[in-house]
T-cell receptor
Framework: NAGVTQTPKFQVLKTGQSMTLQCAQDMNHEYMSWYRQDPGMGLRLIHYSVGAGITDQGEVPNGYNVSRSTTEDFPLRLLSAAPSQTSVYFC??????????????FGPGTRLTVL | GNSVTQMEGPVTLSEEAFLTINCTYTATGYPSLFWYVQYPGEGLQLLLKATKADDKGSNKGFEATYRKETTSFHLEKGSVQVSDSAVYFCALSGNGQNFVFGPGTRLSVLP
């Protein structure tokens, strides 16, 4: 199993550009999520999905879109990049057992800089 | 809603010192509790977990006990090594709800 994979590892954008961060998992996990990690801010949830075709907003969704057409993939789209979106982005997935989400498996992260 | 509070650090220790990182939580019902570790430049990895009261999670010399009466899940290690230098996150998963992470505690171990 590859686990959770993310591409690209690094990206530099100019203000106003759009791009998609890719995330895929091969563990057949129902739950997938996107976080951003900023210095001193811990992890903040952007969007999450509890299964194919179902997505919802997290704590900081503005400026980001997601879709979940398959169980495996959960891309994150930046619509019009802003310097405030400079961050490290992590994708994670989890399996649900008896109503509880088990431990999340994290990807290696995408380090994004917006100039 | 659910929340996690942990000491923010940074924590600086000498090699072979005893480590405690405090974590307390607020949640309804009986959440599952986790400690994650993040080494520099990497993603988060599960360090240990506990799913019910009085459970003890352990891994790589680290331990944490799920204390329902004090709503705590403190991380301990008897003798830290330089290679333990990392950021440690306490987290919980409530029934059908999203994960909640603490702010992270940066640990530096000096030789």
């Amino acid at each position: 199993n590859a686990g959770v994979t993310q591409t690209p590892k690094f990206q530099v954008l100019k203000t106003g550009q759009s791009m998609t961060l890719q995330c895929a998992q091969d563990m057949n996990h129902e739950y997938m999520s996107w976080y951003r990690q900023d210095p001193g801010m811990g992890l903040r949830l952007i969007h999450y999905s509890v299964g194919a075709g179902i997505t919802d907003q997290g704590e900081v969704p503005n400026g980001y879109n997601v879709s979940r057409s398959t169980t495996e993939d959960f891309p994150l789209r930046l619509l019009s990049a802003a310097p405030s979106q400079t961050s490290v982005y992590f994708c994670a997935s989890s399996l649900k057992t008896s109503g509880f989400y088990n431990e999340q498996f994290f990807g290696p992260g995408t380090r994004l800089t917006v100039l | 809603g659910n929340s996690v509070t942990q000491m923010e650090g940074p924590v600086t220790l000498s090699e072979e010192a005893f480590l405690t990182i405090n974590c307390t939580y607020t949640a309804t019902g009986y959440p599952s509790l986790f400690w994650y570790v993040q080494y520099p430049g990497e993603g988060l990895q599960l360090l240990l977990k506990a799913t019910k009261a009085d459970d003890k999670g352990s891994n790589k010399g680290f331990e944490a006990t799920y204390r329902k009466e004090t709503t705590s899940f403190h991380l301990e290690k008897g003798s830290v090594q330089v290679s333990d230098s990392a950021v440690y996150f306490c987290a919980l998963s409530g029934n059908g709800q999203n994960f909640v992470f603490g702010p992270g505690t940066r640990l530096s171990v000096l030789p």
